[in-house]
C-alpha cells in the first residue's frame, strides 16, 4: 500500500473513533519508551504524519547533546493503535510508534534505534537477498507492589508477596508470614503451567491478550504462567519482520504494564527480580527466507532438518555471541539470571531439543509440511533489552557466518550443566561473559556489532552501560552489611 494510502486509512482511524489524544513515541537506546501527547488535531488537521513532531533530543538518554538538540519524531502510520482503557470523551486516545529525523529538513537520525538500526539492518538483509523473521517470547512478572527499601531474599522464612500465587515476592507487606486467605501458593520453580486457581494471573492474561489482538494487531499463539512462583508468565504472539516484531516487543509491554496498573499490580520486565527462583528471558526465534523458501529447512538432513545456510548463520551467531551479550542481556541485573541452574544459556553451543545450549533448534514436528516452521532459538537474550538493536545486531551476526561460512561446530545435545569442567574442556566449549562489564569488553572488540549500531550508537551505548557499571559497583548492598559486618 502507497504511504498516502496508509497515511488516509490511519487518519479515518483516528477520525471515526474520536480520538483526542495521540501518544506520539519512540525509544532511547536502552528501549525505554518516550511519549509525547499530542492532540489529535495536530494530525487530522496538521501534517505530523508527513512532518513530524518537534522536540529536545539532548534530554533522551544516547541522543544529542545540548548544542545540536532540534530533533524531529516522525510517526509511522502503520503502527496506530486504539487504546481502549482511555473510553471517556475527554480521554479518548490512540498511540503511534516512530522514527527519529534530524531537525531542519534533515533524514533519519543516527541515533535512532528503529529508523537507522533496525531498518538499515533490514535492508542490508534484503541486499543479500534475504528475510528475515523474529518470534520473540519475552517473560515476565506480576507484583502487588515493591518497596525497594524492604527486598525479600529468603524465599521460604520470608513474609509472603508478590502477585498472590506467589513464595518470596519482592514485597513484605503484610509483614507477617500467614498465607493470604482463600489463596494458594507455589513452591520456588514449580509454577510452569500451573492452572487456576493456583493461577491468578488468569484475568490479566487474557485482557493482555484481548487488547493485544483486537486492537495492535497481534495474533496471540498461547499464554501461561511460567515458571518462578511470583507472578512470572508468558504470552506468545506470531512472528515478523524484525522491525515489526520489536514494534511488537515495545507495544507487549506497554499494554502489559497499563493493563497491570488497572488491577493493581506493577508489571516488570527486569530479569531477575526474585531471588532464588527463575528469571525471565525473551528467547528469540529466528528463521531466514529467500522469497518463499525458508532456507534454513533442508529435508535432507537428518539431525534436525537444518540447512548448511542455517548451520552458518549459527556459525556467526555463536562467533559472535560474548559480544552480543552486552546489547542483548544490556543491565547489571541480566548476568543474575545468566547463572547455572535455572533454564538460562551460559555455554556457548548449539544444539537441537537442548534447553541448556544458547542456540536450540526446535524439534517438535518432521517432513517437508513444516518446513516454514524450521528456525533457530537465540536464548541468550533477555526482556530489558532494546529490541531494534538487540535483533539488528543477532541478524547481522548471522549473516556474517553465512558470508564467511563459519562452521558451528558439532552440536551438544547433553545437559552441560552436568558436565565435569573438564569434559566441557575436552567440548572446547566458551562461556557467555558473566558480567555487564565483561560483555561491554567483549563488544567494544566486535566490529560486526559496530557496524550494525553505527558509530554514535554504539559509543553512546558502551558509555552509558559502563556508567551503569560503575554505579552498581560503588553500591553498598544490604547483602554485604549482612555478610560483613561482623568481620
Known amino acids: 500500500m502507497e504511504n498516502n494510502e496508509i497515511i488516509k486509512r490511519a487518519l479515518e482511524i483516528l477520525k471515526v473513533n474520536k480520538i483526542r489524544w495521540v501518544h506520539s513515541t519512540f525509544t532511547d537506546i536502552r528501549g525505554l519508551i518516550h511519549d509525547m501527547v499530542a492532540p489529535a488535531r495536530e494530525y487530522l488537521e496538521g501534517n505530523a504524519f508527513t512532518s513530524g513532531l518537534g522536540f529536545d533530543g539532548s534530554s533522551i538518554r544516547g541522543f544529542k547533546s545540548i548544542n545540536e538538540s532540534d530533533m524531529r519524531y516522525v510517526p509511522d502510520p502503520n503502527t496506530l493503535a486504539i487504546l481502549p482503557w482511555m473510553s471517556d470523551e475527554s480521554q479518548k486516545s490512540a498511540i503511534v510508534l516512530g522514527d527519529v529525523y534530524e531537525a531542519y529538513g534533515g533524514?533519519?537520525?543516527?541515533?535512532?534505534p528503529r529508523g537507522y538500526v533496525a531498518k538499515r539492518a533490514v535492508k542490508t538483509a534484503?541486499?543479500?537477498?534475504y528475510t528475515a523473521y523474529f518470534a520473540p517470547e519475552i517473560e515476565y512478572f506480576l507484583f502487588s507492589s515493591l518497596d525497594p527499601t524492604k527486598l525479600i531474599w529468603d524465599p521460604w522464612v520470608s513474609p509472603r508477596g508478590g502477585e498472590g500465587d506467589s513464595w518470596g515476592a519482592p514485597r513484605v507487606i503484610p509483614q507477617s508470614p500467614e498465607i493470604t486467605p482463600g489463596k494458594y501458593f507455589i513452591r520456588p520453580k514449580e509454577a510452569y503451567f500451573r492452572p487456576p486457581p493456583e493461577d491468578t494471573?488468569?484475568?490479566y492474561r487474557n485482557e493482555v491478550s484481548s487488547i493485544l489482538e483486537d486492537y495492535f494487531g497481534f495474533k496471540i499463539e498461547k499464554h501461561h504462567h511460567e515458571v518462578a512462583t511470583a507472578g512470572q508468565i508468558e504470552i506468545n504472539?506470531?512472528?515478523g519482520g524484525l522491525t515489526e516484531a520489536a514494534d511488537r516487543v515495545i507495544y507487549y509491554k506497554f499494554v502489559a504494564k497499563n493493563v497491570a496498573r488497572k488491577y493493581g499490580l506493577i508489571a516488570t520486565f527486569m530479569p531477575k527480580p526474585v531471588y532464588l527462583d527463575n528469571a525471565s528471558g525473551m528467547h528469540t526465534h529466528i528463521s531466514l527466507w529467500r522469497g518463499q523458501e525458508?532456507?534454513?529447512?533442508?529435508?535432507s538432513d537428518e539431525y534436525a532438518?537444518?540447512?548448511q545456510t542455517g548451520r552458518y548463520f549459527i556459525g556467526g551467531l555463536l562467533e559472535h555471541a560474548r559480544a552480543l551479550t552486552a546489547v542483548c542481556c544490556?543491565?547489571?541485573n541480566s548476568y543474575k539470571r545468566l547463572v547455572p541452574g535455572f533454564e538460562a544459556p551460559i555455554y556457548i553451543i548449539w544444539s537441537r531439543r537442548n534447553r541448556s545450549a544458547l542456540i536450540r533448534i526446535p524439534v517438535y514436528y518432521r517432513g517437508t509440511r513444516y518446513a516454514s516452521q524450521k528456525r533457530l532459538e537465540y536464548r541468550g537474550v533477555d526482556p530489558s533489552c532494546n529490541p531494534y538493536?538487540?535483533?539488528?545486531c543477532l541478524l547481522m551476526a548471522g549473516l556474517d557466518g553465512i558470508k564467511k561460512k563459519i562452521d558451528p561446530g558439532d552440536p551438544v545435545d547433553e545437559d552441560v550443566y552436568k558436565m565435569s569442567p573438564e569434559r566441557r574442556r575436552t567440548f572446547g566449549i566458551k562461556e557467555l561473559p558473566t558480567t555487564l562489564k565483561e560483555a561491554l569488553e567483549e563488544m567494544k572488540s566486535d566490529e560486526i556489532v559496530h557496524q550494525t549500531l553505527g558509530s554514535h550508537i554504539f559509543d553512546a551505548f558502551i558509555e552509558y552501560k559502563t556508567n551503569d557499571w560503575n554505579q552498581y559497583c560503588l553500591y553498598i548492598t544490604p547483602w554485604e552489611i549482612i555478610k560483613y559486618l561482623d568481620y
Open 107 to 112: 533524514g533519519l537520525s543516527e541515533v535512532c
Open 294 to 299: 525458508n532456507i534454513m529447512y533442508d529435508e
Open 305 to 307: 532438518e537444518l540447512s
Open 201 to 203: 494471573t488468569i484475568e
Open 330 to 332: 544490556s543491565t547489571v
Open 389 to 392: 538493536l538487540a535483533f539488528s
Open 126 to 129: 534484503e541486499d543479500t537477498g
Open 237 to 239: 504472539f506470531r512472528f
